[in-house]
């Protein structure tokens, strides 16, 4: 290729117009004249997810066998860095090996609210855990030579209204917990690319919004790559540009071709704001196109490290005594995720794995001595009552049961959020009467995010793979067997209840979403609480042996803290100890968390060893971002620094003072946000009191005008005859997909096109005309949309007129002979 300059100065304006779309839902657009190469990407955060020869225009259909590690969820609750970098070089040698230059991943949202569907798939509610395994990722993945795209940016915290939603988030929130984590890794790594997200942030589209996409992202952090848009989140195309928004993905949309050739022709879009976007295209061609395309992997090795990252980031939950258990007894095994085990998500999650290690397979390789029975079956909801009774008379017979349980694919995944945070009712209808026959119960849980639990108290242990990837039936046996002690930590809190979620009630009711606990987030607000409502506090996990902490000192150096300690491992088996370093906050005339998680060390230790280790953090870490000064302020006072097991378990304790530095006034009045600063009262906060911590009026909350638009989501349609039409043929795909996965026999072909219907049928109603139209490569014109929706609001003429008007633009590139 030529420099940038010259292509820039060689290229027309339908070139430009061209590279800033994608082609065939994976591809950047090719200009053959000028020998500029197309690139391709894929999915994804957990392992690659490339489809084969089949390609269609959702990105469902079959995909090539890769690796299909654990999820987002187990990785940080490893608590182990290695573990992420390690895993992006895997999946970067992967990608190398089907030609994909891009990955799109890694996914570092924010764990909000536990009914989110895609909680999953991101690290933590704390920008500190989500930040440094983003950076991990990111450079484990790069130094491979591909790509990445951090997603998704930025405040995508629900999956119902994600296509058209508006996160409503005060200034200092957005800064401290939303936008942290992306700020670590693209000053830390320097990725590719950052993917926007589908949702306006306080009114304005992620696509089109400058202060996100040009004046923090570039201005601020000096982020040098290319912005993609998420698959369909493109509203505005120009106005896009003009706020930084460079690849609209997934392409081939010629209405938003079209714009960008008037505007640039008229001169509403200026020559520099498009080369521009073309520049960091081109950028990201050169950096990402020399890949070594049918590079070999190992993958056997990719397998067994895909094991021992789900091994490293199980969490023992409860253990009274019950575990490990011992390969010589014969035990009573129910739940059919026994044999068919839930080891990853679904949508852009969704791997075709190289092989796959179920819990029964992994017993059966050890020679264990059980009886199975199914109690329930995972593809349904209900309880049955013949697979109870089998159940039931069997565990007369056993005085200990190991249940194989947790969410399925129909309780929990990417495309819509949670009704609740209850298991499935079959599982709990069963756990019920199991309970009463008081047995001496194992639960192996295998969940992406936190589940209410009423019958904890009567299990004996509980042992949470959360989705452990293709070898998670192997880590299982490994840990219930005591191969590996248990040493993973929940990277999230686990509430008794919803109820105990602040502001849970008014979570995804409308399309304008509240962020009204501002900072207070996870362990941010139960630590207010003393821990009331908690059932695991974030940090929380158990092992098979035992630590003491002792001898802690700091010093400082170069305005950086390091913090010592001593670790023992006191206890009779091998295990490892995540050792976690809070700094609580002074006395101050600003509203703060109590303490907040500064860093994090993992250590291995042999029966009876000892080791001292080190955490650091800078001083800048303390501040807090002021919102009128529009700047990170440090306070001066008295800091305390907390080595713990987890948030609530306090183990050793030093002060560290701050002074000498220029106070500034707080931003904040206690009068005036008397919520805020007494988080017993949060959920008493009113829309006027919020809107003082806004600083402005929160937008409308019902939906005003009853007429139609492109972002109105597909289940609203159906007030209106041709708009139920519409809706039961597009769910309807779905459904079909979901009905042939039944009369398939059973294997990976069936499994995937199972998870992929219920996926559609799930995602689709929450979807927009807008954002269907633009991801469908095509296929679903923007004028047919606009005309539809004309329809659908009475105006069948206008509709009409609409339908039958052609974009004429010149052919692309890659066709253009």
Not at 87 to 93: L, V
Not at 495 to 521: A, C, H, Q, W
Not at 666 to 671: A, K, L, V
Request: hydrophobic share 35%; glycine share 8%.
């Amino acid at each position: 290729m030529k420099t940038i300059n010259d292509l820039l100065l060689n290229m027309t304006v339908e070139e430009k117009a061209a590279i800033l779309a994608g082609t065939e839902f994976w591809k950047t657009n090719d200009i053959p004249r000028l020998s500029i190469p197309s690139i391709y990407m894929t999915d994804g955060p957990c392992g690659l997810r490339k489809q084969g020869e089949k390609a269609d225009h959702l990105g469902l259909n079959q995909s090539e066998e890769t690796t299909s590690f654990p999820t987002g969820a187990t990785v940080a609750s490893s608590w182990n860095l290695n573990n992420a970098q390690e895993m992006g070089r895997a999946i970067a040698k992967e990608s190398q090996h089907f030609g994909v230059n891009l990955l799109l991943g890694p996914s570092i949202n924010i764990k909000r609210n536990p009914r989110c569907g895609r909680n999953f798939e991101y690290y933590s509610e704390d920008p500190l855990i989500s930040g440094e395994f983003g950076t991990a990722f990111v450079n484990g993945v790069q130094k491979e030579g591909v790509g990445v795209s951090v997603k998704h940016f930025a405040v995508n915290n629900n999956e119902n209204y994600r296509f058209m939603g508006d996160s409503v988030v005060d200034e200092r929130a957005l800064r401290e917990i939303y936008l942290k984590a992306f700020e670590m890794v693209v000053k830390r790594s320097q990725p590719a690319t950052v993917m926007c997200a589908y949702n306006k942030v306080n009114g304005t589209y992620c696509a089109e919004n400058k202060e996100l996409l040009t004046e923090i992202l570039r201005e601020e952090w000096g982020f040098n790559g290319a912005v993609v848009s998420d698959w369909g989140a493109v509203s505005n195309r120009v106005e896009g540009i003009k706020a930084g928004m460079d690849l609209e993905m997934p392409g081939d949309c010629t209405f938003f071709r079209k714009q960008i050739i008037d505007a640039a022709n008229s001169g509403e879009l200026s020559m520099k704001d498009l080369d521009k976007a073309v520049s960091n295209i081109l950028q990201l061609i050169q950096r990402t196109s020399p890949i070594k395309k049918g590079m070999e992997f190992n993958k056997e090795e990719h397998h067994n490290l895909s094991c021992e990252i789900a091994t490293d980031g199980a969490v023992l939950l409860k253990n009274e005594g019950s575990l490990p258990l011992a390969k010589n007894q014969k035990y009573l095994i129910i739940g059919e995720l026994f044999d068919k085990m839930r080891f990853q998500g679904a949508g852009s999650s969704l791997v075709n794995p190289t092989k796959l290690i179920s819990s029964k397979t992994a017993f059966d390789a050890r020679q264990i001595n059980y009886e199975f029975v199914l109690g329930y079956r995972e593809s349904e909801i209900d309880p049955e009552e013949a697979y109870e009774n089998e159940a039931i008379n069997m565990a007369k017979n056993y005085d200990t049961i190991l249940f194989f349980g947790g969410q399925t694919d129909y309780t929990e995944s990417e495309g819509y959020d949670r009704d609740n945070l209850a298991l499935p009712s079959n599982q709990l209808s069963l756990l019920t009467k199991l309970r009463k026959m008081k047995k001496k119960i194992i639960f192996i849980m295998f969940s992406g995010s936190p589940v209410e639990m009423p019958f904890e108290k009567d299990m004996d242990a509980i042992l949470n793979m959360y989705l452990p990837g293709q070898a998670g039936g192997e880590a299982t046996a490994k840990l219930l067997f005591g191969e590996v002690s248990p040493s993973g930590k929940l990277a999230e809190t686990w509430m008794n209840t919803y109820k105990d979620v602040p502001f849970g009630d008014e979570f995804i009711r409308n399309k304008v979403e509240l962020y009204k606990e501002s900072i207070y987030v996870g362990y941010r607000y139960f630590d207010k609480l003393k821990g009331k409502g908690v059932k695991y506090p974030f940090g929380y996990g158990l092992s098979y042996t035992q630590f003491h902490y002792s001898d802690i000192a700091h010093y400082e150096k170069d305005n950086t803290i390091y913090v010592s300690c001593t670790i023992a491992n006191i206890g009779v088996h091998e295990g490892a100890e995540i050792v976690q370093l809070y700094v609580a906050n002074p006395t101050s005339d600003v509203f703060k968390p109590d303490k907040e998680l500064r860093a994090f060390a993992k250590v291995y230790l042999k029966p009876g060893e000892t080791k001292r280790i080190e955490m650091s953090f800078t001083k800048q870490d303390l501040a807090y971002y002021h919102i009128k000064e529009k700047k990170w302020v440090l306070e001066n006072g008295e800091y305390s620094l907390l080595v713990a097991a987890s948030s609530e378990d306090i183990r050793l304790q030093s002060s560290y003072i701050i002074e000498g530095v220029e106070p500034i006034s707080s931003p904040y009045s206690s009068e005036i946000l008397p919520c805020y600063y007494n988080v017993e009262r949060l959920r008493e906060v009113k829309i006027e009191e919020y809107e003082q911590l806004l600083g402005r009026q929160i937008p409308s909350l019902n939906n005003g005008s009853q007429k139609y638009s492109l972002d109105s989501r597909l289940d609203e349609l159906q007030t209106s005859f041709i708009g139920r039409i519409f809706y039961k043929s597009v769910v309807g795909v779905g459904k079909k997909q979901f009905n042939r996965s039944k009369r398939m026999e059973e294997g990976p072909e069936r499994y995937m096109e199972r998870k992929n219907g219920m996926f559609l049928m799930k995602m689709l109603p929450n979807n927009s005309i807008r954002s269907m139209t633009v991801s469908s490569s095509g296929r679903f014109n923007y004028r047919l949309a606009e005309g539809l929706i004309e329809i659908i609001n009475g105006n069948l003429f206008r509709g009409l007129i609409h339908m039958l008007k052609k974009d004429k633009l010149p052919p692309l590139p890659k066709d253009n002979k």
